[in-house]
């Protein structure tokens, strides 16, 4: 016998951005954020409750994965385990449709997948704010995967009120996000230490201060589909994001020479009349972001600069969701 349960997750990339806890353990934003799910990336995630395995197990691609990576879904696993008193372990297996190694970050579709899977595997008949808690365990970023298209994660102040919500359907607005990947190294530093260097630099303080500010002119610039006002505060964000990494110590420096080559390559297409943005998480690649009608223009000139070794691209993507067993 077992409780089985197998979900699909998007990835989403943040306009605003998450960096730096109030509390590290429950990962609690010290801001809150808003970004899209990307459909066209997705990750698929069994999970198997069954009484006759001796511990958890996580099945990546079919390589079996312990340490860290493993403690990290064993927290998800524990509290769907707390809630439903269900004593089973777990198996857990999964798969990304995108490139691994190509520099595009899957935990928060992979922790999403896992939650939403885990949760209905159990019997559990969570909310999605509950979903989206859960998920927040694994990776803070991945309760933004929950819920669909357009969210925003209220960072609240506790594990209870911390999670995120859809502020407009995928189809609200017909933006793609055409990924340029300059590097597929895997990063030196991920997310999970850098939200705990965010402290040590100087320039945290005023980035958190004027966070509500930037959050409130993107949310607005997304339910009027203004591109010109999301283009300002998507690139100030990134850009205030990078140069708290910058000064951390020690410090992040995530940039390639040919991120810095799309950065202006993008800011010369966006003088010229092509409306286009750039954003960049805790990695060198860059997501450039258009109206759908643009997209296969500003892929083929993404294609052509030098330093970049292929281009993903995505649309707005829907809730995380449960496809059988
Ligand atoms: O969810 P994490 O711990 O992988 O952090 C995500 C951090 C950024 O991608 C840099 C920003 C964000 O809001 O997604």
């Given at each position: 016998m077992a409780h089985t349960a197998t979900a699909i997750a998007h990835p989403n990339i943040a306009f605003i951005k998450y960096w730096g806890n109030r509390d590290h353990q429950a990962r609690i934003p010290s801001n809150g954020s808003l970004s899209m799910n990307l459909a066209g990336l997705t990750t698929r995630t069994t999970v198997a409750f069954r009484p006759d395995l001796p511990a958890d197990r996580l099945i990546l691609h079919g390589n079996d994965i312990r340490g860290a990576a493993l403690a990290r879904v064993q927290a998800v696993l524990d509290r769907v385990r707390a809630q439903t008193g269900l004593n089973w372990h777990a198996e857990v297996r999964s798969e990304n449709n995108f490139p691994t190694?190509?520099?595009?970050?899957s935990s928060a579709s992979a922790f999403a997948a896992l939650a939403v899977a885990a949760a209905h595997a159990a019997g559990w008949q969570a909310s999605t704010k509950d979903l989206s808690r859960l998920a927040r365990l694994g990776s803070?970023?991945?309760?933004?995967?929950?819920?669909?298209?357009f969210v925003e994660w209220?960072?609240?102040?506790s594990d209870e009120d911390s999670y995120a919500i859809s502020i407009a359907p995928p189809k609200h607005w017909a933006l793609a996000d055409c990924i340029a990947i300059v590097s597929s190294a895997h990063k030196a530093v991920g997310s999970t230490q850098g939200h705990r260097l965010a402290?040590?630099?100087?320039l945290q303080q005023a980035r958190v201060a004027d966070a509500p500010r930037r959050l409130r002119l993107c949310r607005e610039a997304v339910l009027q589909r203004d591109f010109a006002a999301f283009a300002e505060v998507v690139e100030a964000d990134c850009h205030i994001m990078h140069a708290v990494m910058q000064t951390s110590r020690p410090p992040l420096i995530y940039w390639e020479p040919a991120t810095l080559a799309v950065m202006h390559a993008v800011r010369r297409w966006r003088g010229e009349g092509l409306p286009v943005a750039y954003t960049i998480d805790a990695g060198p690649n860059v997501h450039v972001l258009c109206p759908q009608k643009h997209a296969a223009a500003v892929r083929s000139r993404l294609e052509a600069l030098e330093g970049v070794q292929r281009v993903l691209a995505a649309t707005p993507g829907g809730a995380t969701r449960v496809i059988g067993k």
């Open positions: 190694g190509a520099g595009i970050a803070g970023s991945a309760c933004r995967s929950v819920p669909a298209g209220l960072a609240g102040a402290e040590t630099s100087p």
